[in-house]
Antibody, heavy 119, light 110 residues
Framework: EVQLVESGGGLIQPGGSLRLSCAASGFTVSSNYMSWVRQAPGRGLEWVSAIYSGGTTSYADSVKGRFTISRDNSINTLYLQMNSLRAEDTAVYYC?????????????WGQGTLVTVSS | QLVVTQSPSASASLGASVKLTCTLSSGHIYYAIAWHQQQPEKGPRFLMKINSDGTHSKGDGIPDRFSGSSSGAERYLTISSLQSEDEADYYCQTWDTGGVFGGGTKLTVL
């Protein structure tokens, strides 16, 4: 059974940093395309970042240069390092596995972790 | 610019059918899309991917009541025999160099 469990969210001041983790089970992170998607309070879904099986990464313009996606193959875990956080980064962050046939199409989602950027 | 457009809301009666529409921007009418369901206070769930020719592939455990189709720039999600648990937000998504989500359709089951 595929499972994704996010952690690492919390309250952080503007300008601060936070690292989100996504522990995966039931499949191998390094063999799949993976994404982070976020949802601001009361808003819709926004794609944030993806990492491909070969290690290539991509980012939304809104986070480029501030966020870094990575993975630790030894513990089957995906990460999102978030620096220079802004109030507009406040959201629930979801980890997702992407379909083999469509690298940016999530086919399994985690339950999300809330990040609140506020002073 | 790659954009997907959805109506903000839809409603239908318990036991009836409803068809939700996702419209691709001009120049992108051959793109595949995915539908995701988000029930209140829950994370999203992948429903299906729909190709431009109307063929579709569902996520694990998605009931037969959910089906997909395509016509031109439009991609559809049809839900038949509506149940109370189908009341949710439905997001259309496509992709190019990055992922692109529509604004979502809030479905109310009357």
């Amino acid at each position: 059974e595929v499972q994704l469990v996010e952690s690492g969210g919390g309250l952080i001041q503007p300008g601060g940093s936070l690292r989100l983790s996504c522990a995966a089970s039931g499949f191998t992170v390094s063999s799949n395309y993976m994404s982070w998607v976020r949802q601001a309070p009361g808003r819709g879904l926004e794609w944030v970042s993806a990492i491909y099986s070969g290690g290539t990464t991509s980012y939304a313009d809104s986070v480029k240069g501030r966020f870094t996606i990575s993975r630790d193959n030894s513990i089957n875990t995906l990460y999102l390092q978030m620096n220079s956080l802004r109030a507009e980064d406040t959201a629930v962050y979801y980890c997702a596995r992407n379909a083999a046939s469509a690298p940016l199409n999530p086919d399994y989602w985690g339950q999300g972790t809330l990040v609140t950027v506020s002073s | 610019q790659l954009v997907v457009t959805q109506s903000p809301s839809a409603s239908a009666s318990l036991g009836a059918s409803v068809k939700l529409t996702c419209t691709l921007s001009s120049g992108h009418i051959y793109y595949a899309i995915a539908w995701h369901q988000q029930q209140p206070e829950k994370g999203p769930r992948f429903l299906m991917k729909i190709n431009s020719d109307g063929t579709h592939s569902k996520g694990d455990g998605i009931p037969d009541r959910f089906s997909g189709s395509s016509s031109g720039a439009e991609r559809y999600l049809t839900i038949s025999s509506l149940q109370s648990e189908d009341e949710a937000d439905y997001y259309c998504q496509t992709w190019d160099t990055g992922g692109v989500f529509g604004g979502g359709t809030k479905l109310t089951v009357l």
